[in-house]
Each structure stands twice: as C-alpha cells, then as structure tokens.
Nanobody
C-alpha cells in the first residue's frame, strides 16, 4: 500500500499564504519518479476539483486556470514530499485539499478518478 498524508492546512485570513505538504510512504511505495502527483480540492456539496499536477517525467506542472499565478506545485524526491504553495488566498479557496498519486503513465492528470492513491485531505478555511 501507498500512504499519502497532507499537512499544513488550517484557518488563514484573506490575503494570507500557506504551504501544504504531502508525504508519501508505504510498504509498496516505490521511487518518487514512478508516480505523477496531483492536488485536488473539494467544497462540501461540490465535486472534487483539479488544482495542480506534475507528471512523473518531470514536465512543468500544470494548473487549473483558477489558480494559475497564485498556486505553485513542487516536489522533493529525496524526501518523498509534494508541496502546494498558495499565495494571496481568498475565501473562495476554502476547501479540503487532497494530494494524490498516479502510477506512471500518460493519463490525463486533471481527472481525479485516474489517480491510484489519495491522502485523507487537509482543510483550508480562508476567512474574509
């Protein structure tokens, strides 16, 4: 099994910045580069939404239009960590944020159901 655990969430104010982290581990976890990595978010009553992702091949990260220029995804292969840096947060960014891993492939990184492993989620409330 592969475990993903997010951290770094919590209540922030309008305009604040926050960095989410995602740690990967597990009995069957292989090397960092074997996976593509993604961040998604979900608001109660809404569908899960793609935020950002990076393919195992090391191509530049891709982002949802709504977060381009504001959010940045990065990874640390030595520590098996994925990060989501979020700047100038607004109340509309309030959601539970999830990291996810997809076993090496060429699938569409924006489609959540194609990912193989998920973290439990980390809440990010942004107050006005």
């Amino acid at each position: 099994q592969v475990q993903l655990v997010e951290s770094g969430g919590g209540l922030v104010q309008d305009g604040d910045s926050l960095r989410l982290s995602c740690a990967a581990s597990g009995r069957t976890y292989s090397t960092f580069s074997r996976y593509s990595w993604g961040w998604f978010r979900q608001v109660p009553g809404m569908e899960r939404e793609f935020v950002a992702a990076i393919r195992w091949s090391g191509d530049a990260p891709i982002y949802a239009d709504s977060v381009k220029g504001r959010f940045a995804l990065s990874g640390d292969s030595a520590r098996n960590m994925i990060y989501l840096e979020m700047k100038n947060l607004k109340p509309e960014h309030t959601a539970v944020y999830y990291c996810a891993a997809m076993i090496k492939g060429l699938q569409d990184l924006t489609i959540g159901r194609l990912y193989h492993y998920w973290g439990p989620g980390n809440q990010v409330p942004v107050s006005s």
